[in-house]
């Protein structure tokens, strides 16, 4: 079908551009003497206006005389015109061969013409061949833009914009369910969560205030705790922040998985530790297992793991928290080559996803590991 | 299929523009008619192909076809529709297609108007226009093609920049366009003269309409690019000398030059290689200002150095067209005829003495803002040339313009009278000083504003001084009177009314040195004279609204205690793209503004407010539309078409009312 | 007047005009430039105190501090190095914590500098164009996307 369209285009402009050859050419209008003529008037007004003298328009008009002449002289050295049947045929020919060949030998090249289009609302009507999640999201996003008072729907997509890096519209999200659907400490605190996200792990005003209002509901709620004490830490409140985990930690239930990143955090703020912390439990039983081992054999199995998330990435490299474990780890078990190198791959890995380059980036930056 | 299409369409039109460039180019050599006919038809052809690949792509953002890579990341499913439709060219690749649409639509106007122009000339311009569609037709197809797919299709796109939605953007960029690119059918004009070597006072009458149609949509282009950057950025300001605003500066000066000395070459067949010279320029400069602006030099050298594709492509198009036109200049040059003679002080004198001032002003532009980039690519170092450059340049270059302008208008062609004229000129001499002395009186300090909007004035009334002097005199009636003006040319009614332009332009400009600018902190209830009106910030509060966060400071401006009107500047914050923005209020009185800026609340409850009144600012732009208007007065001039010069004949054998 | 004259005329009225435009050029040109300058590169090229210049890096995370009557300090960085950065007036839109910048002003001593402007005008990716070129240089700044 879309082969029939190009071949009617094609022929269409060949025709146009071939029909002239076909016809004979009346003689050029003579336009010599009739801008002569123009000329006269011109210099007859400009005296009459005075912008010209008498003298000078006497001049004028002699000039204009001699000029006619001097073209009409030329004119008739050039001599008449000429057209050839062999020239034509050569013009029509090379004409369809420029069509032809540059038009067809170009698309070919550059041309998709198996694709169809692909107008947005036809494919969101269009049945889930495969589970497109970006499709699904497109969908719900369409639904939000007609009923935006649809809590239920933000409080759906919010997580996922969150897990696609989607920070910023994470936000609004989560201010939206908030606004339609009444605050809770979760909510409150995936607000605050996806705004520092959104600031590059930076505990906004905006954000604090949100932890503030969760804890203001529910006083024990840990997430919130979390932050409240990432945001005295990056206010410059290293004690304060301190006492906030340690506190957090030592309430942490045996199988929480956090508890180690809390714990992470702790050490690196270089403070002496304090007593709560003394009774530090790995969470997970990854972690517990590893704990139980002697420390060359913890060891060796720390660098087990990170092997292994090596290899996946190797694999399959469009991972941006995977690359910003192994790099985190790598600097963690003091190989910063290691890191370097892991770093490199990463870029090359996330080459077209600028959003997931950039955060392992910052995160190398953070650690150091900028350039 | 459609978005196919549109691809093929394009595609196809190079092909048509590569037959354009070539046979008709063969037929004028050998003088066949038939092969120089095929020239306007598919100049025609052309141009339908490339609206076509223009609509499809057009399609493909208003029904969110995100298959297409340019749609991705130019567009978002819940822009308003004007956005979307803006979108097309609101981009690189979008904005190249549309350069090409408005030259394709060019040269088929030329095909299409251009049956009075003898075939020689007409093929041979056509077939380089041919050439230049040729060329950019490649360019996007090779570098910047819009019709790139992007498999599998994502979902959603990336929104347009908040800064960019805006109306005056819709429509700023095409008319910028109409005027770079209609300087292309001058230069094809000027290129087909030198080939076919035949250049005389004819051929400037035939070039005639086509700069002033490229004039008039550059000085429109350039005055609605000032009035956008005054009311969205929030500076007050209208012009910064910044490379993109002297990028399409440069051709404007250009072209006026080439307006004036076209004029004399039509008339007198005199300056003949210096306006084949000036065409060639300003068609140079219009490229040169798609390359600074295209090839991302400007953005960053550095940028252009490692990712050089498309800024080389359009260099080395730049150097084939500006190398090429001016070596066929140079082979042809010489060979041209010494046209009509003059004395130095005459209309013709007057206008060589304008084409000198504005090339060389031109010059300097194009030193402020090359030198910059040169010097970083030659030793790394990062300097900035701003205003003070321009305003110890440009401006003295400027002043002898406006003071010889007027005298140009009255002086005699071939030979002036000096003295004679400069006395005709006194009345607009006498209102120039009075009325620059009740200014300095009404507006006070600077002594500087008072004198330039004296010289405005003088401009202003020098430029109906000639049509004055022919229609009065000696106690005619009114009705003879109007006789007298209906019976004078258009053009010359053209030529004044562009020439007020430039000194309403002026006076707006002068009159900046007495606007008034008061930056406070302001809590509700408070209130501030700015010049000679009262502003009261009412309330600040907030207001939602679909994609931004808008804080609103409500105003009222009072006059001698009545409040005569409201504004409301507001900060609006984007959400999705954390990005503050401010909306100005702007509000006229009598050719003044009031203009209010307003930053975010401080804890205290106080707001930050910029507040200027600027008298007679809006004469800025005014003063251009009154210029582009003198320029379609000007085109409109039956009597200067060739062809209807017949019938001018015909008229002129019958006896005389 | 002969056709030489009236030539010569012309000739010397175009160089007259050229020459002022020269001579207008230099002196704009020897005056009226400022230089560009990152933080890294005053360290490194050591500019004397007193110099105009205009300074550009990225505004760091939490240094603003807003003073009376609208005025403002803030820490100018790059990779290597920082400087504080006095002024007063009223700020850009743009003007945030992370975000580049360009300030026009006076070095006052290596680490210090009095700016008298704040530069609004930013291009398509809100990042001035040295401040991008100088931190592209030092390898840190990524651009959101690739400019097409």
Not at chain 2, 154 to 160: F, K, S
Not at chain 2, 592 to 621: C, F, H, M
Request: aromatic residues 8%; glycine residues 10%; proline residues 5%.
């Amino acid at each position: 079908m879309i082969w029939v369209v190009f071949a009617v285009l094609t022929g269409l402009a060949a025709i146009g551009v071939l029909w002239p050859l076909s016809r004979a050419r009346g003689a050029p209008l003579d336009g010599d003497t009739a801008f002569y003529r123009s000329e006269l008037t011109g210099i007859d007004t400009d005296l009459q206006r005075g912008l010209v003298s008498e003298s000078d328009a006497k001049a004028m008009r002699a000039e204009a005389a001699r000029r006619l002449m001097r073209t009409e002289g030329a004119r008739e050295e050039s001599g008449a015109t000429s057209g050839t049947t062999w020239r034509r045929r050569i013009a029509a020919l090379a004409s369809i061969v420029m069509i032809g060949g540059v038009s067809l030998g170009l698309y070919a090249r550059i041309g998709n013409p198996d694709v169809p289009d692909l107008p947005l609302e036809a494919r969101r009507q269009a049945p889930p061949e495969t589970p497109d999640l970006m499709m699904a999201i497109s969908r719900i996003e369409a639904h939000l833009a007609k009923n935006p008072d649809d809590g239920r729907g933000y409080e759906v997509i919010a997580p996922v914009y969150l897990r696609l890096g989607r920070y910023d519209d994470a936000a609004k999200a989560w201010a939206n369910v908030v606004r339609l659907l009444g605050a809770s400490p979760v909510r409150e605190t995936s607000l605050g969560e996806a705004l520092v996200f959104a600031a590059n792990g930076h505990v906004t005003p905006e954000a604090l205030a949100a932890f503030q209002r969760a804890l203001a509901l529910a006083p024990q709620f840990q997430q919130a705790r979390f932050y409240i004490g990432l945001a005295a830490a990056q206010a410059g409140d290293k004690t304060r922040a301190r006492d906030i985990w340690t506190k957090l930690v030592a309430e942490a239930p045996v199988d929480a998985e956090w508890a180690g990143v809390v714990r992470e955090r702790i050490r690196e703020l270089g403070l002496p530790e304090a007593e709560a912390s003394t009774d530090a439990r790995p969470s997970s039983e990854a972690g517990q297992a590893i704990a139980a081992l002697p420390d060359a054999d913890r060891d060796t199995a720390i660098r087990g793991m990170v092997a292994n998330l090596a290899a996946r990435l190797a694999q399959d490299g469009r991972d941006a928290n995977g690359w910003a474990m192994l790099i985190r780890a790598y600097m963690v078990l003091k190989q910063p080559d290691d890191a370097r190198a892991a770093l490199a791959q990463a870029r090359k890995a996330l080459a077209d996803d600028n959003e997931a380059r950039a955060r392992v980036e910052a995160m190398a930056s953070e650690l150091g590991l900028g350039g | 299929m459609i978005v196919e299409t549109g691809h093929y369409a394009l595609v196809l039109a190079l092909a048509l523009a590569l037959v354009q460039a070539t046979l008709p180019l063969w037929g004028s050599r050998k003088n066949d008619p038939a092969l120089m006919a095929m020239a306007p038809s598919a100049a025609i052809i052309q141009f339908i192909l490339v609206a076509i690949a223009f609509g499809a792509l057009t399609w493909a953002y208003l029904t969110s076809d995100f298959s297409l890579a340019n749609v991705v990341q130019n567009s978002h499913s819940q822009k308003p529709l004007i956005y979307k439709l803006s979108g097309v060219w609101g981009n690189h690749e979008g904005s190249m297609l549309l350069w090409v649409l408005i030259l394709a639509f060019f040269g088929a106007l030329v095909a299409v108007g251009g049956r009075r122009t003898p075939q020689n000339l007409l093929a041979t311009t056509l077939a380089v226009q041919g050439w230049i569609s040729g060329a950019f037709l490649l360019f996007i197809l090779l570098t910047s093609n819009p019709f790139a797919r992007m498999l599998p299709p994502p979902a959603e796109g990336n929104d347009l920049n908040p800064i960019l939605q805006d109306p005056g953007l819709a429509i700023h960029p095409p008319l910028l366009y109409l005027g770079y690119v209609g300087f292309s059918i001058t230069f094809s004009f000027a290129a087909a003269a030198l080939i076919n070597g035949r250049i005389d006072a004819q051929w400037a009458r035939y070039v005639r309409p086509w700069t002033l149609i490229a004039w008039i949509f550059l000085t429109l282009g350039i005055a609605m690019g000032s009035y956008w950057a005054y009311y969205t950025l929030g500076w007050g300001g209208f012009w910064f000398w910044d490379p993109v605003e002297n990028a399409s500066l440069m051709p404007w000066l250009a072209g006026t030059a080439l307006l004036h000395s076209a004029t004399v070459m039509e008339k007198r067949d005199a300056l003949k290689i210096w306006t084949i010279f000036l065409a060639i320029l300003a068609f140079s400069l219009s490229l040169l200002g798609t390359f600074l602006v295209r090839s991302g030099v400007l953005t960053s050298v550095h940028a252009f150095a490692t990712d050089p594709q498309r800024g080389v492509f359009i260099l080395a198009i730049l150097v084939f067209f500006i190398g090429g036109s001016l070596a066929l200049f140079a082979l042809r040059g010489p060979l041209l005829k010494a046209g009509g003679i003059f004395a130095p002080v005459s209309r013709e004198g007057a206008l060589v003495l304008n084409n000198l001032l504005l090339t060389t002003s031109c010059a300097t532009v194009f030193v402020g803002t090359l030198y910059p980039l040169a010097l970083e690519a030659l030793t790394g170092d990062k300097i900035s040339v701003g205003p003070p450059f321009f305003n110890y340049t440009f401006v003295p270059l400027f002043v002898p313009i406006f003071l010889a302008m007027p005298l140009g208008q009255v002086l005699a062609w071939k030979r002036g009278d000096l003295l004679g004229a400069a006395q005709r000129l006194v009345v607009a001499l006498i209102v120039a000083i009075c009325g620059g002395l009740i200014l300095a009186a009404m507006q006070g300090e600077p002594v500087i504003s008072a004198v330039f909007a004296g010289l405005s004035l003088f401009v202003i009334v020098g430029a109906f001084v000639e049509i004055w002097g022919r229609i009065s005199g000696g106690g005619l009636s009114p009705s003879v009177m109007f006789a007298r003006a209906t019976g004078l040319p258009w053009s010359a009614w053209g030529t004044a009314i562009a020439h007020a332009g430039v000194g309403v332009s002026l006076l707006g400009l002068a009159a900046t040195g007495w606007g008034v600018e008061k930056i406070l902190a302001m809590r509700p209830g408070d209130h501030v004279a700015v010049g000679p009106y009262e502003v009261t910030l009412d309330k600040v509060e907030p207001r939602p609204g679909p994609n931004y966060d808008e804080t609103v400071a409500h105003m009222t401006i009072r006059s001698g205690g009545n409040a005569i009107s409201t504004i409301e500047p507001s900060r609006k914050f984007y959400r999705a793209r954390q990005m503050t923005t401010t909306d100005a209020g702007l509000r006229t009185f009598s050719l003044g503004q009031i203009y209010a800026v307003v930053t975010e609340q401080n804890s205290n409850g106080e707001i930050d407010v910029r507040l200027y009144w600027k008298p007679y600012v809006a004469l800025i732009w005014i003063g251009a539309i009154i210029m582009a208007l003198g320029g379609a007065i000007s085109l409109a001039d039956r009597r200067l078409r060739v062809g209807v010069a017949r019938r001018a004949r015909q008229a002129a054998m019958q006896p005389a009312e | 007047m002969t056709r030489k004259q009236r030539r010569l005329i012309l000739i010397g009225s175009a160089l007259g005009v050229l020459f002022v435009a020269a001579g207008l050029t230099m002196f704009a040109l020897r005056d009226n430039i400022v230089f560009f300058y990152s933080p890294a590169e005053i360290a490194s090229k050591a500019p004397a105190p007193g110099t105009r210049m205009r300074l550009g890096g990225l505004i760091k995370q939490g240094s603003i501090v807003r003073g009376e009557n609208r005025s403002v300090t803030f820490v100018v960085a790059d990779a290597e190095r920082e400087i504080s950065v006095s002024y007063t007036g009223l700020l850009p839109d743009l003007f945030r914590e992370g975000q580049g910048v360009v300030a026009e002003g006076v070095l006052v001593s290596p680490t210090s500098f009095r700016a008298d402007s704040v530069l609004a005008k930013h291009d398509e990716n809100y990042m001035p164009r040295e401040v991008a070129d100088a931190l592209k240089k030092q390898g840190h700044w990524q651009p959101n996307e690739p400019k097409k």
